[in-house]
């Protein structure tokens, strides 16, 4: 006979919004098998079918390596084919300074990686915190040799012009406070901007964290620790818009960025641009913004807690690594639930948080976890802090792609019971998946295939659900239940027997 099917009960609605309400499809969040540094990753590149890692770490082992197993000397710089993920012998060390790199960006052909970080000496020869090495051959590059006289941030290219944001005061022996632009040749340019002050008591050191250059409107936005650029102490907080040839404010973006709160990630697509911010204290700001480059303005913020450092826009989706732990007034986001979620995925149309929730550990350095991103031939490249992602181990380095999707919801305990003659009602608590955020439960009767249920679940918000079967009053039957995330199956769980009343 044919069951009548009576849906869930008391189901608790989603914390915000819909999921998916503008339909992006997201990565999946299985991580491909992925080499591992054993230090930080502050910056990823990709150019030419190469993927560049930057930060400080001494060495490089292969997936599933423990720490100090298999490991192949890398100083501070590794890189890795795109596509299989398998190391390369371009290998140039960086060292000297605080031994560190804080930023990479190819020139627009990819002939060119631009490095800059706090070091001596790039391969075999000295380099005062930034060099440029040629993608062809893996030679660190004679004429970009510019004398920086502290750590580099930030870097963005043109085809005339690199433009370098970090914490020094000159550039070839030119006052150049926390930003400045050079051709590819290392002539310093006349762009100028004066950038001080910073409101994070902990650390006051004015400094420009991160840039972004706009060529078509000959642009260069720029964001970090400070009060203002070139004296507009009133208007000017932590994200400032500069004409890229003379340095010259032209965007204010007063009021976006809050006391206490730094910028720590820029990056535009040509239509918008997307901040990330990490601040300290209370009242800060801590979340992402999404900006129009033609006019300047706001398209949305969200306020979730836990700074964000990396920000990436890929096929309408913002992908970001933060340690989110408050998203309650974002679409699709969730309550202080004692948990910190290091990737996010949001619309880019309405900031919706999408069900992508890949995760790492804090790891090690501030324990803050992913510190950079980059898209390599549609695979996403994460590295920062980390020690373990999806709660196995895997440090400093991770990739996601867009299939396959490998990653089976875990099937939930069920009970059954009778209550009513001839009616058998299951009770069961909604799975939840890393990338789908409806999964479909099927149900089955003395091994047969009787009905299915969708619903829309996340790991902090797991409805309840039931179904009520109708049979022979007196009979006992056999249920057994199983999930999908439309690719994968979970494991049937049970099977429970029930006796219908009489
Ligand atoms: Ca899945």
């Not at 893996?138 to 914490?167: E, H, M």
């Not at 949305?300 to 309408?316: F, I, M, N, R, S």
């Not at 079967?469 to 239940?481: A, C, F, I, K």
Request: aromatic share 8%; charged share 15%; with cysteine.
């Amino acid at each position: 006979m044919i069951a009548a099917a009576v849906l869930g009960t008391a189901s608790t609605a989603l914390a915000a919004g819909p999921a998916q309400a503008t339909g992006e499809s997201t990565l999946t969040a299985d991580p491909l098998s992925t080499w591992q540094t054993d230090g930080i990753v502050w910056s990823l590149a990709y150019a030419k079918g190469i993927v560049y890692v930057g930060g400080r770490f001494d060495h490089i082992r292969p997936p599933g390596a423990a720490p100090g197993t298999g490991e192949v000397a890398r100083e501070n710089f590794a890189a890795f084919d795109a596509k299989t993920g398998q190391p390369l012998s371009c290998a140039p060390a960086f060292s000297g300074g605080t031994e560190t790199i804080r930023a990479m960006k190819p020139s627009p052909d990819g002939s060119l990686l631009y490095i800059g970080g706090s070091f001596g000496k790039a391969g075999p020869v000295g380099r005062s915190n930034t060099a440029a090495l040629n993608t062809a051959d893996c030679t660190i590059d004679g004429d970009f040799k510019p004398t920086v006289s502290s750590t580099v941030r930030a870097l963005d290219v043109t085809d005339d012009a690199v433009y370098l944001g970090g914490q020094f005061d000159t550039v070839q022996g030119q006052t150049r406070e926390r930003v400045a632009a050079l051709r590819p040749d290392g002539t310093l340019l006349p762009f100028k901007a004066t950038i001080r002050g910073s409101s994070i008591s902990n650390d006051p050191t004015p400094g420009v964290n991160a840039l972004t250059v706009v060529p078509q409107l000959n642009k260069v936005i720029i964001g970090g620790r400070f009060t203002s650029v070139n004296g507009s102490v009133l208007t000017v907080h932590a994200l400032a818009g500069l004409d890229a040839t003379t340095g010259k404010v032209v965007n204010n973006f007063t009021g976006w960025i809050p006391q206490r709160s730094a910028v720590k990630a820029l990056v535009n697509d040509g239509t918008n641009f997307y901040v990330g911010a990490e601040g300290t204290g209370g009242g800060v700001f801590d979340g992402r913004i999404a900006g129009r480059l033609s006019d300047g303005s706001q398209i949305w913020k969200d306020t979730c807690l836990g700074a964000t450092q990396a920000v990436l826009p890929y096929k309408g989706v913002l992908y970001s690594g933060s340690h989110a732990h408050n998203c309650s007034d974002t679409p699709g986001g969730f309550t202080d639930i004692g948990n910190r979620q290091h990737f996010l995925a949001q619309s880019i149309s309405d900031k919706t948080i999408l069900p992508w929730f890949p995760d790492t550990n804090d790891g090690i350095g501030e324990q803050i976890g992913p510190r950079a991103l980059t898209m390599a031939d549609g695979i996403l490249w994460a590295g920062g802090e980390f020690t373990t992602v999806n709660d196995a181990p895997q440090q400093g380095l991770t990739r996601f792609a867009a299939g396959p999707d490998t990653g089976a919801p875990q099937v939930p305990l069920m009970s059954g019971s009778s209550t009513s003659r001839g009616r058998v009602t299951l009770n069961w608590k909604a799975s939840w998946d890393r990338d789908n955020g409806s999964l479909t439960y099927r149900i089955y009767r003395d091994g047969a295939y009787l009905t299915s249920l969708a619903k829309e679940s996340r790991y902090w918000n797991r409805p309840d659900m039931s179904y009520t079967d109708t049979v022979e009053p007196g009979s006992q039957h056999r249920y057994s239940l199983e999930v999908t995330d439309g690719t994968n199956v979970s494991g049937r769980n049970g099977p429970v027997y029930v006796t219908a009343r009489n």
